[in-house]
């Protein structure tokens, strides 16, 4: 199917009044284009570690909106029309011009699976649910991933790096905690490469279907593999559910601002010579991660290691 996409040129002050409009009148699923920069709030749950450099915010937006091509498309844009005729009584609608355009049906949320294919990581094979196992790689340690709509499916560097120091440290008696689990897919692999029990927590309620599933596709118990939804740096309630002391190897891949203040919370819930394995660190920040874990007195720097523009350090606590 086809869809006229429309794109209205306006104020960013309008944006909300006109998605409400267009929500009211059954337009869903708008995309709004401007140069507002992200606030903290907003960038807290993302995996971003640089943002890209905006242009100047000069209070110009763009709303994108999509209707049927075989929908009565005049009758629905004279009624856009109209509602921003009124919108325009007490608030400053900038420009108002629409402007149209075609655009394929996609399915969105499914459309980046063509790109997750299988692939290794030295002796480790990780595929995607929906994949056969290549012919090649039926003798590696297989890692099944299906990473829905949570974060992480293994391909980063970032992951890969967490992946090599997992596989180091891992016996039958490891406990460990995985800070942002995401997908579940470093927890996933440390069960794999045979650790005891693995505690997961993410800021996004989406991590915890998705280790729910992967854990079914890797045929491990729910029991071993304890995941919940909250911020274990500032959240007293999720600092005891994950328990202090307590753990061989905390990993966390997340991002280097997130890795600094983990710092001073990862000690508290290792055991003495527990090791603290950090990730999604931008070469340009390795230096400040670097003081941060040089800043703290029960962590010890015992390796760092790079892939590509990424940096992870391994520490261990004193």
């Known amino acids: ?58 209070g110009i937006a763009r709303i994108n909106f999509y209707l049927e091509e075989d929908a009565d498309v005049s009758k629905m844009l004279e009624k856009v029309k109209e509602g921003l005729d009124g919108l325009s009584l007490y608030t400053d609608l900038g420009a108002r011009t629409i402007s149209s355009s075609e655009t394929e049906d996609k399915d969105w949320i499914n459309n980046w699976k063509q790109y997750f294919k299988p692939f290794t990581v030295d002796d480790i094979l990780i595929k995607p649910t929906w994949e056969p196992i290549p012919e090649e790689h039926k003798d590696k340690l297989l890692v099944q991933i299906d990473p829905g709509t949570a974060f992480g499916t293994g391909m980063h560097e970032t992951t890969q790096l967490c992946i090599r120091q997992l ?8 406990l460990v905690l995985d800070v942002g689990t995401g997908s579940g897919i470093l927890g996933i692999t440390a069960l794999k490469l045979g650790a005891k029990e693995v505690w997961g927590t993410d800021l996004d309620e989406n991590a915890i279907t998705a280790v729910g599933e992967n854990l079914e596709a890797n045929g491990i118990s729910t029991g071993r593999f304890h995941v919940l939804q909250g911020n274990i740096i500032d959240d007293p309630s999720v600092k005891a559910w994950a328990g202090y002391e307590k753990y061989d190897v905390v990993v966390a891949n997340i991002l280097a601002d997130v890795i600094i203040k983990l710092v001073d919370v990862a000690p508290v819930h290792l ?14 920040k ?7 874990f040089e800043g703290c007195s029960q962590l010890e720097i015992l390796e760092i290691t790079r892939q590509g523009e990424w940096v992870s350090v391994t520490a261990r606590r004193k």
């Open 1 to 58: 199917m086809k869809w006229k996409k429309f794109t209205l040129t306006t104020t960013t002050e309008a944006v909300d009044l006109i998605g409400s409009m267009l929500d009211d009148m059954g337009i869903q699923g708008i995309e709004i284009q401007d140069n507002v920069p992200l606030t903290e709030r907003e960038t807290k749950g993302m995996f971003i570690d640089i943002l890209p450099e905006l242009p100047p915010d000069e």
């Open 271 to 284: 055991k003495r010579g527990g090791l603290f394995i950090a990730s999604g660190i931008i070469n340009m």
């Open 286 to 292: 390795e230096e400040a991660v670097k003081t941060a």
């Open 167 to 174: 596989k180091r440290w891992m016996d039958q008696e490891t």
